[in-house]
């Protein structure tokens, strides 16, 4: 689909859920919410699933858009790369999936991709003045959380000058960045300050510090003091190091699992690395879920990236 094809599809139908993915970051939730709030003006019933691993910075943001007990007829997937990611609560099907990770497999019945983006929000941008032929200041509000979040504030490789153009034309429409920015990039927990001081003590260099690699248990968040609501992007904490291509975090998660992020510079394929064991994602920042212990998920996933280095 192309944008204008995606919001014709959205203007001939009716009744929607929007599903954001597990363990939800602020472009799955910006962007949905958003895209209900677009959807709602256009004249339609939408709203957005609840996702039990929503963190309280992002509940004053979307709780609007959310809704326990709602009939749908149309599922709709946002930033959401593989459908084994769709968050808990939902099982149903997914007739159209609004992406920007170039693993996704097209598990939905209508795929709208982008992985050119650097957020999923740029390409809910392109749908909802298609849809609506404007963007309201909530709207722009939350698409440039969505943004911003997804390119670590404009710090991360995945930025181009088209994401600087639509991160322009959402202060245009009234987005309200100084708050944004505020609450997302300048601020942080004592919590989530103990745990990195953590994560930085016990980093492990490989390759000549070519790799770097950290390892978050549940003891040591017990120990920070820290809940989810301290963990967005823990992933950029290893590849500040000096020297690093590839840098990898594996964060301990309940029932014997471990999440595992991995970035790199343009030169290393993080997303080739991360299929190997069932995940993807982009080039330069990937992940997977490993079933084994937090030590022993991080010998496997180092030795994978060793192999290629």
């Known amino acids: 689909m192309n944008y204008s094809e995606c919001a014709r599809w959205l203007n001939d139908r009716d009744n929607f859920i929007i599903v954001t993915h597990v363990r939800p970051d602020g472009d799955t939730l910006g962007s949905a919410a958003a895209l209900c709030s677009a959807l709602r003006r256009a004249g339609k019933f939408a709203a957005m699933l609840p996702n039990p691993d929503t963190t309280p910075k992002y509940h004053e943001l979307i709780n609007e858009y959310v809704s326990n007990n709602f009939k749908y007829d149309y599922a709709i997937s946002v930033d ?17 999936s609004i992406d920007h990770h170039p693993t996704n497999p097209h598990y939905a019945d209508e795929l709208l991709l982008h ?13 909802i003045k298609c849809l609506c032929g404007n963007v309201t200041p909530e709207e722009a509000s ?38 944004i920015n505020y609450k997302f990039f300048r601020q942080t927990s004592r919590a989530r300050m103990v745990l990195e001081g953590m994560i930085c003590a016990n980093l492990r260099f490989y390759k000549d510090g070519r790799l770097v ?28 190091a000096e020297g690093g291509i590839v840098s ?8 014997g699992k471990c999440k595992v992020s991995v970035r790199s510079h343009p030169s290393f394929d993080s997303s080739a690395v991360c299929m190997r064991f069932g995940g993807g994602g982009h080039k330069m920042a990937a992940g997977c879920t490993i079933h084994t212990s937090p ?14 280095l």
Do not use: Q
């Open 142 to 179: 939350l698409l440039y959380m969505a943004l911003s979040t997804d390119c670590g504030g404009f710090r991360y490789a995945n930025v181009t000058h088209e994401t600087f153009a639509a991160a322009s034309e959402l202060a245009k429409y009234g987005a309200e960045i100084r708050d």
């Open 115 to 127: 992985a050119e983006k650097a957020s999923c929000g740029e390409s809910v941008l392109e749908v």
């Open 80 to 96: 959401v790369a593989e459908e084994h990611m769709l968050c808990n609560g939902f099982d149903g099907k997914v007739h159209l």
């Open 295 to 308: 030590d022993e998920a991080a010998e496997m996933i180092t030795s994978a990236i060793c192999e290629v």
């Open 213 to 240: 690699a950290a390892v978050v248990t549940n003891e040591m968040m017990k120990r920070a003091g820290a809940t989810e609501n301290d963990c967005d992007d823990l992933a950029g904490i290893p590849g500040k």
């Open 248 to 255: 990898v975090l594996v964060r301990e998660l309940e029932d």
